[in-house]
């Protein structure tokens, strides 16, 4: 055994931060002039809506009121507008199976 101490560190959740953060709290901001300018791509505000619409639907939202692209009148619409059209496609898929499963019974 060596008389060295053993010396071991632990890392506490939220006490490191990603890349992004770390750049910008330091001031590193690029200069690009696009929406995605601090952050990276999820602050960009097409960013968060193709991923509403397109991937996660109403169970995106905490994305978009994470966002502070948005103003608050902004997330509101956003919110019942994304919030409408998931419904809008649990319907359709609701009325699908409804409309194959009548199908398969006859």
Same mark, same amino acid.
């Given at each position: 055994? $060596? =008389?060295?101490? +053993?010396? %071991?560190?632990?890392?506490?959740? &939220?006490?490191?931060?990603?890349?992004?953060?770390? /750049?910008?709290?330091? #001031?590193?901001?690029? %200069? =690009? &002039? #696009? =929406? +995605?300018?601090? #952050? %990276?791509?999820?602050? $960009?505000?097409?960013?968060?809506? *193709?991923?509403?619409?397109?991937?996660? &639907?109403? @169970? &995106? !939202?905490?994305? !978009?009121?994470?966002?502070?692209? @948005?103003?608050?009148? #902004?997330?509101? @619409?956003?919110?019942?507008?994304? *919030? /409408?059209? +998931?419904?809008? !496609? @649990?319907?359709?898929?609701? !009325?699908?199976?409804?409309? $194959?499963?009548? =199908?398969?019974?006859?």
């Amino acid at each position: 055994m $060596s =008389d060295a101490k +053993t010396r %071991g560190f632990v890392i506490a959740p &939220g006490s490191v931060l990603p890349e992004y953060l770390r /750049a910008e709290q330091a #001031g590193q901001v690029s %200069g =690009d &002039g #696009g =929406d +995605t300018e601090r #952050g %990276g791509v999820e602050r $960009s505000r097409w960013a968060v809506l *193709t991923v509403l619409f397109v991937v996660t &639907g109403a @169970f &995106g !939202l905490p994305l !978009l009121w994470r966002n502070d692209r @948005f103003s608050l009148a #902004g997330k509101c @619409f956003w919110s019942v507008a994304v *919030t /409408a059209y +998931t419904v809008a !496609l @649990f319907y359709g898929m609701f !009325l699908v199976v409804r409309w $194959s499963l009548g =199908d398969a019974a006859i």
